[in-house]
């Protein structure tokens, strides 16, 4: 599916992998709108790519579908969907002060695959009913890309929440893709490692080199450009559907 002329939805664009997304579609002529919890750094990066910026609770329904109809007012139907809002709290199930609040899981499940999930169902209802794109690409109408983890597969001591929450978009991908075939919608996900975004970045520089060392090859943290780079390769291979892709530099995470 070509890229140019396409509207997008991008959440979490307001940093990290979201925000070198957001920046990589505008670069190919897409029409991108950068949905962000944080209006101000939504807003800054809508304004660096000349996209727009749209605040947008992913996991509120209402909230959501309102943010969904804000961008199609603007750009048209949204012919791509990029998920990447999430938060990534850690904590054992069994601490020092007893069991994990049980809050505690539910916000992580919320935002990181509830919050998936919500966009997908909003975002799929006028991508079903819009036009096949007419670039040959099999009856096409769009294309939906989520954020999953390497810990959806190698979840590490304290990452219960977060390994769950991953592990459910990565589960997620197929049963949708099959589901959204019949109307030429392709459902993909990747599982980033261990990538230099703003959560990795609070920690010591120390603590990123031992982090970056665990990667066989290349042996560093990831850059979100190789991540937004990926998306692209993603929505312009229309062969590619169903399928959760790892890209994490042969990482495989140790229990802690």
């Known amino acids: 599916m070509r890229i140019e002329g396409m509207a997008a939805l991008v959440t979490g664009g307001g940093s990290g992998l979201g925000a070198a ?3 990589a579609l505008a670069a ?6 950068v949905l962000d919890l944080n209006a101000e750094k939504g ?24 943010a969904i109809a804000q961008a199609e007012g603007a750009h048209g139907v949204a012919r791509i969907l990029v998920n990447c809002a999430g938060i990534g709290t850690a904590g054992r199930v069994v601490g020092r002060d007893g069991p994990m609040p049980l809050e505690t899981f539910e916000r992580v499940i919320r935002v990181n695959l ?3 999930f919500n966009m997908m169902r909003l975002a799929v209802v006028p991508m079903s009913l819009a036009d096949p794109l ?12 989520s954020t999953a ?26 049963p949708v893709a099959r589901e959204l075939a019949r109307f030429g919608i392709r459902v993909l996900a990747i599982a980033p490692g261990l990538f230099a975004t703003p959560l990795l970045g609070e920690l010591p520089e120390e603590a990123q080199a031992a982090l970056a060392a665990a990667i066989p090859y290349p042996p560093r943290l990831g850059a979100p450009d190789e991540f937004a780079r990926l998306i692209l390769a993603m929505i312009e291979n229309d062969y590619l ?13 140790q229990p802690k």
Do not use: P
């Open 21 to 23: 997304t957001a920046a």
């Open 241 to 253: 559907n169903g399928e959760v892709v790892r890209l994490d530099g042969a990482l495989r995470m």
């Open 149 to 174: 983890s390497v810990a959806a597969f190698e979840g590490q001591i304290g990452q219960a929440a977060y390994a769950a929450s991953k592990g459910g978009i990565a589960a997620l991908t197929l």
């Open 114 to 116: 509830t919050g998936t």
């Open 28 to 33: 190919r002529g897409a029409k991108v709108a």
């Open 134 to 145: 007419d670039d040959g690409a099999d009856g096409a109408r769009g294309v939906i890309i």
């Open 43 to 66: 807003e800054a990066v809508a304004k660096s790519i000349g996209g727009l910026s749209v605040r947008c609770d992913v996991a509120d329904a209402e909230g959501a579908k309102t």
